[in-house]
């Protein structure tokens, strides 16, 4: 096990680098910062300073090169914008990225799951055809149009919940609610194919033919070996995850990674959109590891070596 993520781990420093690499050229195909960082009426001399200061005056490859050798050791520079390390503004807004995709998973997971094995157990009633109705609407209605709905109806209609910022319970719910819905609709349909498949297996029967109750069978036995391709899609769907968390973080006022990467966008703050890019590609690829593990405790008979 221990080399197999070593193994693991050795070969996500390519993929990385990777990203970083395309990253950078994409950062300096949308231009000169220099124009919104001064004011209109800046001097040539002041521009001229400024992107001397930043190493804008050089040569694309010899910023590279820069880039490359401070990316090694987590340092991406100075924020154009704010002044400021640039890891250290996304390591400061993480952990509200973090509570915001926590809760979505668990909205998710809570939902999605125990949705998809009553369609599968109720295969043909109204109940069934309800849930796959709702799952085909969760999978057709993007994010962000659910999200301005949502502080539409439950903020300014009906007051029931602020319309964004952190700080409370309250301000989660909005956010949270507005990622996790297209989340669920993918693991409730997941979890009902696999589970179909599951329940005609042979062990199912017997189980069943020795009078084993049908909730143990349905939720301990089948559920189980039906939960690897959920863990699966659980793990490809993190990346879909942290980019519904940039949209969902700037119309709610998250103050989260995503909304500090659109900002950062919008200024070509270029080590800020380095940095978060980054710190994503570094959280795919660990959450993508941990999946591949947890499929040796759900099935024993998975071994790394």
């Known amino acids: 096990m221990g080399a197999y993520i070593a193994r693991r781990l050795l070969l996500t420093i390519p993929v990385i680098a990777g990203i970083l690499v395309i990253t950078f050229l994409l950062t300096r195909l949308s231009g000169d910062p220099t124009d919104l960082m001064l004011p209109p009426n800046a001097t040539d001399e002041a521009r001229e300073a400024f992107r001397a200061v930043h190493g804008l005056d050089q040569p694309l490859w010899t910023q590279f090169f820069h880039f490359a050798s401070n990316a090694i050791v987590g340092d991406f520079g ?56 709702i799952m085909l609407l969760g999978q057709a209605v993007p994010s962000f149009f659910l999200g301005v709905v949502g502080i539409i109806v439950f903020a300014v209609w009906l007051r ?26 993918l693991i409730a349909r997941v979890t009902r194919s696999s589970m179909l498949d599951v329940l005609k297996q042979d062990y199912v029967r017997t189980a069943r033919a020795k009078g084993v109750w049908e909730s143990k069978i349905i939720w301990l036995h089948a559920l189980r070996n039906a939960f690897i391709p959920v863990l699966t899609v659980i793990g490809l769907q993190v990346g879909l995850l942290l980019g519904g968390v940039v949209v969902t973080e700037t119309i709610f006022s998250w103050p989260g990674v995503g909304r500090l990467a659109i900002q ?42």
Do not use: C, H, K
Not at 267 to 294: E, G, S
């Open 78 to 133: 100075a924020s154009l914008r704010f002044g400021q390390p640039a890891m250290l503004l996304v390591l400061e807004r993480l952990p509200a990225t973090a509570e915001l995709a926590a809760a979505t998973m668990a909205i998710a997971l809570l939902i999605g799951i125990p949705a998809g094995v009553m369609a599968a157990v109720w295969r043909g009633s109204s109940t069934d055809v309800s849930i796959r109705t």
């Open 160 to 185: 029931w919940l602020p319309t964004g910022g952190r700080g409370s319970f309250g301000q989660l719910i909005l956010p949270a609610a507005t990622l996790a819905f297209n989340l669920v609709a």
């Open 264 to 305: 950062a966008i919008y200024a070509r703050d270029f080590p800020v959109v380095q940095a978060v890019v980054f710190v994503f590609a570094v959280t795919f690829v660990l959450v993508n590891l941990i999946v591949d593990l947890l499929y040796a405790v759900l099935d024993p008979r998975i071994s790394y070596r």
